[in-house]
């Protein structure tokens, strides 16, 4: 906001009419934001990189930004990225935080949605794009850019190489300062880190933020480069951050302590509630990239499925678990491809992980249930064959080897050969909520520590049988079962 005597000898400067459209920017731009969320106004940047917690105003930031440009730069040319146009649609312009809900009565936008722009009054345009499909970004040119949860893009490819990120970079070419602001929850995707932190060196493998620079709630990324005149240029990214609860009075009241309780202080909830930007391990068998380029919508519909298991990494404790009971649904189709289904990890007793295990196997129709039988003690096999008899379905013992690296390899070159997919259209912000702990082990597991995560071995074990078992060789032990059809 401008000092009142400021605004004031403006204001008397200002015809009515222009007066009128002034207090209107201020109203309808970027007045009802934090400090925090708003760009810096006397710096150049190029890049705006918000990563904020989950319910932080991300959105909201997004849309009282674009009306503000669209305001103040008649007739230009903006544009609109999500993960999907779909999120382009429901979350960027008709969501609750969109823009729609930002932009003043008399300054509304005209959309034919089966149209790919929306057309404000002052004649400025923004065109619609979805980050899956890369090719529609070459060619066109912007003044301004919003890119809404950017860790959600897949580095899909065009015919010619470039990604949804790198074509909308070189489109960004009109005006004097052309900029693009990108929303987003952090997650360790290559998209995010080559942002915020710079590409890697080559030789030392390290990146242009230290990890100390990171622990800031703000910091300047700038990289030289020159053009085929030799003329030398800056490019200007700001990284800043913020939490969750400093979004608190605009949230359902305790929803910011319902999901610091779910998190607590880990690693994940520094990640989604502090927007602290985690490297993962370098030394995991998956990347986040990797796990993003594999993930689907929904199963597929024109391949039938083969087979389908609900895969259980058991709690050691009995009636006060100290650790959680990993369960995996995952199913093989006949395209030869498997898709993991659903978490359903639990935290209790046998009896507990036992029944959920049970219902997500009559839920999802699946053939067994795959149970990791290594140091099970009778007690909790004799729980297990009263569950069993519940239902006809078959519980098959699985002997796990020691080296977790060995079993878990195979199964990460299955991802790596696009041959997996964690099957979770995104939620409203844009999260992927179903499978968010599973990846969180998935990228940060290191080969080298002998206890692996409880997801992790549900995982291995599920894809393991689904995907590198040979069906017709394989072979039963008669008596090691515990549901009715073993044998």
Same mark, same amino acid.
């Given at each position: 906001?401008?000092?009142?005597?400021?605004?004031?000898?403006?204001?008397?400067?200002?015809?009515?009419?222009?007066?009128?459209?002034?207090?209107?920017?201020?109203?309808?731009?970027?007045?009802?934001?934090?400090?925090?969320?708003?760009?810096?106004?006397?710096?150049?940047?190029?890049?705006?990189?918000?990563?904020?917690?989950?319910?932080?105003?991300?959105?909201?930031?997004?849309?009282?930004?674009?009306?503000?440009?669209? &305001?103040?730069?008649?007739?230009?040319?903006?544009?609109?990225?999500?993960?999907?146009?779909?999120?382009?649609?429901?979350?960027?312009?008709?969501?609750?935080?969109?823009?729609?809900?930002?932009?003043?009565?008399?300054?509304?936008?005209?959309?034919?949605?089966?149209?790919?722009?929306?057309?404000?009054? *002052?004649?400025?345009?923004?065109?619609?794009?979805?980050?899956?499909?890369?090719?529609?970004?070459?060619?066109?040119?912007?003044?301004?850019?919003?890119?809404?949860?950017?860790?959600?893009?897949?580095?899909?490819?065009?015919?010619?190489?470039?990604?949804?990120?790198?074509?909308?970079?070189?489109?960004?070419?009109?005006?004097?300062?052309?900029?693009?602001?990108?929303?987003?929850?952090?997650?360790?995707?290559?998209?995010?880190?080559?942002?915020?932190?710079?590409?890697?060196?080559?030789?030392?493998?390290?990146?242009?933020?230290?990890?100390?620079?990171?622990?800031?709630?703000?910091?300047?990324?700038?990289?030289?480069?020159?053009?085929?005149?030799?003329?030398?240029?800056?490019?200007?990214?700001?990284?800043?951050?913020?939490?969750?609860?400093?979004?608190?009075?605009?949230?359902?009241?305790?929803?910011?302590?319902?999901?610091?309780?779910?998190?607590?202080?880990?690693?994940?909830?520094?990640?989604?509630?502090?927007?602290?930007?985690?490297?993962?391990?370098?030394?995991?068998?998956?990347?986040?990239?990797?796990?993003?380029?594999?993930?689907?919508?929904?199963?597929?519909?024109?391949?039938?499925?083969?087979?389908?298991?609900?895969?259980?990494?058991?709690?050691?404790?009995?009636?006060?678990?100290?650790?959680?009971?990993?369960?995996?649904?995952?199913?093989?189709?006949?395209?030869?491809?498997?898709?993991?289904?659903?978490?359903?990890?639990?935290?209790?007793?046998?009896?507990?992980?036992?029944?959920?295990?049970?219902?997500?196997?009559?839920?999802?129709?699946?053939?067994?249930?795959?149970?990791?039988?290594?140091?099970?003690?009778?007690?909790?096999?004799?729980?297990?064959?009263?569950?069993?008899?519940?239902?006809?379905?078959?519980?098959?013992?699985?002997?796990?080897?020691?080296?977790?690296?060995?079993?878990?390899?195979?199964?990460?070159?299955?991802?790596?050969?696009?041959?997996?997919?964690?099957?979770?259209?995104?939620?409203?912000?844009?999260?992927?909520?179903?499978?968010?702990?599973?990846?969180?082990?998935?990228? *940060?597991?290191?080969?080298?520590?002998?206890?692996?995560?409880?997801?992790?071995?549900?995982?291995?074990?599920? &894809?393991?049988?689904?995907?590198?078992?040979?069906?017709?060789?394989?072979?039963?032990?008669?008596?090691?079962?515990?549901?009715?059809?073993?044998?």
């Amino acid at each position: 906001m401008l000092a009142a005597s400021t605004a004031d000898l403006l204001l008397a400067r200002l015809t009515d009419r222009e007066a009128h459209d002034f207090e209107s920017v201020l109203r309808y731009g970027l007045r009802s934001l934090r400090p925090a969320q708003v760009p810096p106004p006397n710096l150049p940047w190029d890049v705006f990189l918000a990563l904020a917690g989950r319910g932080s105003g991300k959105t909201h930031l997004g849309s009282r930004w674009s009306v503000r440009k669209a &305001l103040t730069m008649p007739g230009s040319r903006g544009a609109f990225v999500a993960r999907t146009a779909a999120d382009v649609r429901d979350t960027m312009i008709y969501g609750p935080s969109g823009l729609k809900s930002a932009c003043p009565p008399w300054f509304e936008f005209h959309h034919a949605k089966t149209d790919r722009v929306l057309l404000f009054p *002052n004649g400025t345009e923004v065109h619609l794009y979805s980050a899956e499909e890369p090719d529609l970004l070459r060619g066109p040119q912007f003044h301004w850019l919003w890119g809404d949860e950017f860790a959600t893009w897949k580095k899909v490819k065009d015919e010619k190489g470039g990604d949804a990120w790198s074509n909308a970079q070189d489109g960004l070419r009109l005006g004097v300062q052309p900029q693009a602001l990108l929303t987003t929850t952090p997650r360790p995707t290559d998209l995010v880190l080559d942002t915020a932190l710079g590409l890697r060196n080559e030789k030392t493998g390290k990146r242009l933020i230290s990890k100390e620079e990171m622990k800031k709630v703000e910091w300047w990324l700038s990289q030289h480069t020159k053009d085929d005149r030799g003329r030398e240029h800056v490019h200007r990214t700001l990284i800043r951050r913020w939490r969750t609860e400093e979004n608190a009075a605009n949230l359902t009241a305790g929803f910011a302590a319902k999901r610091r309780a779910r998190y607590g202080e880990s690693p994940l909830g520094r990640q989604e509630m502090d927007a602290e930007l985690l490297m993962g391990n370098d030394r995991a068998l998956w990347t986040q990239t990797i796990i993003d380029e594999g993930r689907e919508e929904n199963a597929p519909h024109d391949s039938p499925r083969v087979r389908c298991v609900v895969a259980i990494d058991p709690t050691r404790s009995q009636w006060r678990p100290r650790d959680e009971a990993g369960i995996i649904v995952a199913a093989k189709y006949k395209n030869g491809h498997g898709y993991v289904l659903k978490d359903g990890t639990v935290r209790g007793s046998p009896w507990d992980w036992g029944t959920r295990a049970l219902a997500l196997a009559n839920e999802y129709g699946a053939d067994d249930i795959l149970y990791e039988s290594n140091r099970i003690d009778q007690s909790i096999r004799d729980t297990l064959q009263v569950v069993a008899k519940a239902s006809e379905i078959r519980w098959v013992p699985k002997h796990s080897q020691d080296d977790k690296k060995a079993r878990a390899e195979p199964v990460s070159a299955l991802y790596y050969a696009k041959r997996v997919h964690h099957v979770n259209p995104t939620g409203s912000d844009g999260s992927f909520e179903t499978f968010e702990e599973l990846e969180h082990e998935m990228v *940060n597991w290191d080969p080298a520590d002998t206890n692996s995560p409880n997801r992790l071995d549900a995982l291995v074990i599920a &894809l393991t049988d689904l995907m590198t078992i040979d069906r017709g060789d394989r072979k039963r032990v008669a008596g090691h079962g515990l549901g009715k059809k073993d044998g």
